[in-house]
């Protein structure tokens, strides 16, 4: 089962995120194999973390609790909120298959969040510049809740697009990069 993961940084906690900077990647190391895409969000300036989103492959929704919930940030209280979401890997790669590359472009992390009948269940035509791509679904897997989303575009309004606005009750749009222990 894929789960998305999104932990929102507490104003005022750069200083712990960055002490545990460590211990969070430790943590993300035992995760490897079931990693489908990670890496933090930023402040519109592109200075400040303020999140940090899993996308991850595991056995059930306790598996994917424990992951989210033990998380050495979440623990010490860098995290404001955790968004744990299933999710279906339309796309069917991780990022690291990403024909972009790690570094080329502006990304983003699209968050469309669900109101009414299920929106985007097929893959946009442009889907060269998306790095992950799937509806957010409850626990059981029955019910749409949103699309989440990671996309390289020239702008936000640009990465916005990937979703039919009409359709949510909110998109969020954050700077992300890919993450992970820098080699």
């Known amino acids: 089962m894929e789960f998305f993961c999104y932990h929102r940084d507490r104003p005022g906690s750069l200083s ?4 545990l900077l460590e211990e969070h990647w430790s943590y993300m ?13 930023f402040s519109g300036d592109g200075e400040a973390p303020t999140g940090s989103v899993h996308i991850l492959d595991l056995p059930d929704p306790a598996a994917a609790r424990a992951f989210a919930f033990d998380e050495p940030g979440h623990q010490a209280g860098v995290y404001r909120d955790v968004m744990l979401r299933r999710w279906r ?3 069917g790669r991780t990022m690291w298959d990403f024909p972009g590359g790690p570094t080329d472009g502006n990304r983003y992390l699209v968050l469309g969040l669900g109101s009414g009948r299920a929106a985007d269940l097929a ?5 060269d510049e998306l790095i992950a791509y799937g509806p957010l679904l409850s626990d059981d897997g029955a019910c749409w809740l949103g699309t989440a989303a990671l996309v390289r575009a020239p702008d ?3 990465a916005r ?11 969020e749009v ?5 993450g992970g222990r820098p080699s």
Not at 16 to 19: I, K
Not at 174 to 178: E, I, L, S, V
């Open 89 to 91: 890997n339309l796309l």
């Open 29 to 41: 190391d035992g995760y490897a194999q079931e990693m489908i895409a990670r890496g933090p969000t």
């Open 123 to 127: 893959v946009p035509p442009a889907q």
């Open 16 to 19: 712990l995120r960055h002490e």
């Open 156 to 158: 936000a309004d640009a």
């Open 161 to 171: 697009s990937c979703l039919t606005p009409d359709r949510y009750a909110d998109i």
């Open 174 to 178: 954050h700077d992300w990069q890919f």
